[in-house]
């Protein structure tokens, strides 16, 4: 079975289960097919998340039964640090954010803080400077790079 005709079923079953298909891929590793399969949502995932997902997921390639040959199934997630995309920003007002811009703002370019606001053209995020806040707007067509980051 070709990937591309088990990515719609796998789409579906994730999607039931409140998760999007960032990423499927068949790669050998020695002598063993794997399918790798990453995982994305809004909310962090975690360790149980993963097993449950991997669950269903075997189930449904049981039945459909893609490969001639043996396989491993590896599913796994963006990770805490995981990559946005602009487009779905807003999903991630509230969050601690890593941003790298083209262009320096403020003579910045790298700035971690808690993005506060998106609209159409900009963004917003809220960061500290010793013991004050400080708040920094950029254009979105100004991002380099934009991820969440973990605050120590």
């Known amino acids: ?3 591309e ?5 796998i789409e579906s079953k994730l999607s039931e289960l409140g998760y999007e298909l960032y990423l499927l891929k068949s790669r050998k590793e020695g002598k063993n097919l ?7 949502r809004v909310e962090p995932i975690n360790m149980n998340d993963i097993v449950n997902v991997s669950n269903v997921l075997n ?10 040959e043996p396989y491993l199934l590896d599913v796994s997630s963006l990770g805490a640090e995981k990559p946005l ?5 807003k999903d991630y007002i509230g969050s601690y954010i890593h941003l790298h ?6 003579g ?7 993005l506060e606001n998106v609209d159409d053209e900009k963004l917003t995020i809220s960061y500290k400077v010793k013991t004050r806040v400080k708040q920094l707007s950029t254009l979105l067509n ?8 973990i605050k120590f």
């Open 101 to 106: 811009m083209i262009n320096p703002v403020d």
């Open 108 to 114: 910045l370019n790298i700035v971690e803080g808690t």
């Open 34 to 40: 794997v399918l790798e399969i990453v995982i994305d």
């Open 142 to 149: 100004n991002i380099y790079q934009i991820r969440l980051a």
């Open 1 to 3: 079975m070709e990937l």
């Open 85 to 89: 995309k602009v487009e779905k920003l």
């Open 5 to 9: 005709a088990l990515k719609k079923p």
């Open 59 to 68: 189930a449904l390639l049981d039945e459909l039964d893609p490969f001639e």
